[in-house]
């Protein structure tokens, strides 16, 4: 028994580093996907700065300030899988692949996490480097404010992140076309995490239900960490209830998909 839990255990960082290389090897795809990131970082910065400039101070930003958010949450884009997707779940839930996945020893959440982990990791460096450090050329972004504490956020909001596309995925056991989930998904992702406008220019209640939503641990306040616009205890804290909430209704649903499974196709 110690044994084969040690073996579990161990399983989980090799399929990380798994993850990690897998995506390594479509290095081509990372640099165009680090380059359109880019160029439409360079757009949304423009927009924004007009922005600030015509009213200073908007949601406790700067322009510089601004314009670190703008960059910043394109870099979020592939390690957070703003736009959805990344996991291979669907897939084999409609191939009937998933019943063997099911029925292992280990895991299938955790088995997903580890390797969603080293994607992101990868894709951190290889899609999010590219538009901070043209940001930084053309238009001068501001330091971290507590780097030790941004990294953290980051990884938080990855398993975030993950927690909500692995629900999304799984419930193809339940619909018969997942196509509508996954639209639907990525709307509410790419608004209420904060890419397309920094949350707290939101104002009143609809401001304050659009940061207290999970999606917002996804890339606003990572940024916000990283700005120091947020207190990193509370930030992280606020991260870490979502990702255990996630998770737990995650483990919820693979533990009735294993008691009845639903085969679409094959």
């Known amino acids: 028994m110690i044994g084969g839990h040690g073996a579990a255990v161990s399983l989980y960082p090799r399929l990380a580093w798994y993850g990690f290389r897998r995506h390594a090897t479509y ?14 970082g360079v ?20 322009v510089a300030g601004a314009v670190t958010f703008t960059f910043l949450t394109q870099a979020f884009i592939g390690p957070m899988q703003l736009f959805g997707g990344g996991l291979d779940l669907p897939q084999r ?15 299938l959440q955790l088995r997903c996490l580890s390797e969603d982990l080293g994607r992101a990791a990868y ?49 193809t056991c339940w619909v018969m076309d997942d196509r509508g989930l996954g639209v639907l998904s990525m709307v509410l992702t790419t608004f209420f995490s904060g ?11 609809f401001g304050d239900l659009a940061r207290a939503l999970p999606w917002s641990a996804m890339a606003q306040v990572p940024a916000d960490v990283y700005l120091g616009t947020a207190d990193p205890a509370r930030a992280l804290g606020f991260q870490a209830l979502w990702a255990a909430v996630l998770l737990a209704l995650g483990a919820l649903m693979t533990g009735a998909a294993r008691r009845k499974v639903v085969i679409q196709g094959g």
Not at 43 to 62: F, K, N, T
Not at 95 to 106: C, E, K
Not at 198 to 204: K, Q, R
């Open 27 to 40: 290095w081509a795809a990372a640099l165009a996907g680090a380059f359109t990131n880019t160029v439409f």
């Open 93 to 107: 839930i409609r191939t009937g692949d998933v019943a063997l996945d099911l029925v292992r020893p280990a895991s």
């Open 195 to 205: 890419l397309m406008l920094p949350l707290a220019i939101f104002p009143g209640w």
């Open 43 to 62: 757009l949304r910065a423009y927009v924004l700065i007009a922005l600030w400039q015509a009213r200073p101070g908007l949601g406790g930003y700067d």
């Open 123 to 171: 894709l951190f460096v290889a899609r999010g480097g590219p538009p901070t450090l043209v940001g930084a050329l053309l238009f001068g972004v501001v330091a971290p404010h507590s780097p030790a504490a941004f990294l953290l956020s980051v990884a938080l909001g990855v398993v975030v992140s993950f927690g909500w596309r692995y629900i999304v995925a799984l419930a």
